[in-house]
């Protein structure tokens, strides 16, 4: 998970989770601090192999990073999320159903990493 304003990078995450038992809204750590803390706390990593295999963890990894480290309301920003070439068309329509009815977001995009990654190679070899 990352953010951006004016074209910089504000945040990024990678998709590990920690916590101390029972998960309170936002009481576990994301990323570095969930991986400093595997040796005293179990780890959860919601994606496997390219697909969401845990999506009640997805969500609380979503509402960390969009709450705790890009500190936005989801419901004035338009998101973008990516996803791997043979993701099923159901686990997108479940992604879309949580950012629209958990955080209301007004805007989605799901794009596959592949073809950004064609487009972010055009652009820069285009001088964009």
């Known amino acids: ?5 004016g074209g910089k990078p504000l945040s990024m995450s990678a998709a590990s989770l920690h916590s101390a038992g029972v998960m309170a809204d936002l009481d576990f750590y ?4 969930a ?9 959860s990593f919601p994606v496997r192999h390219g697909q969401v ?10 509402q960390q990073c969009i709450f705790n480290y890009l500190r ?8 973008l999320l990516t996803e791997s ?7 997108r329509e479940y992604m879309a159903e ?8 007004p805007g989605l995009y799901i794009a596959v990493q592949a073809v950004l990654a064609l487009a972010a190679s055009y ?4 001088g964009w």
């Not at 936005?72 to 998101?79: A, I, K, L, N």
């Not at 070439?85 to 686990?91: F, G, K, R, S, V």
């Not at 949580?98 to 977001?105: A, G, K, P, Q, R």
């Open 1 to 5: 998970m990352g953010g951006s304003r």
């Open 30 to 33: 994301v990323g570095e601090e």
């Open 35 to 43: 991986l400093s803390r595997a040796n005293t706390h179990s780890l």
């Open 53 to 62: 295999d845990n999506w009640d963890t997805m969500e609380r990894f979503w």
């Open 72 to 79: 936005c309301d989801p419901e004035d920003h338009y998101f």
């Open 85 to 91: 070439p043979l993701t099923a068309p159901e686990n």
């Open 98 to 105: 949580i950012m629209f009815e958990t955080f209301n977001v």
């Open 123 to 126: 652009t820069t070899s285009k």
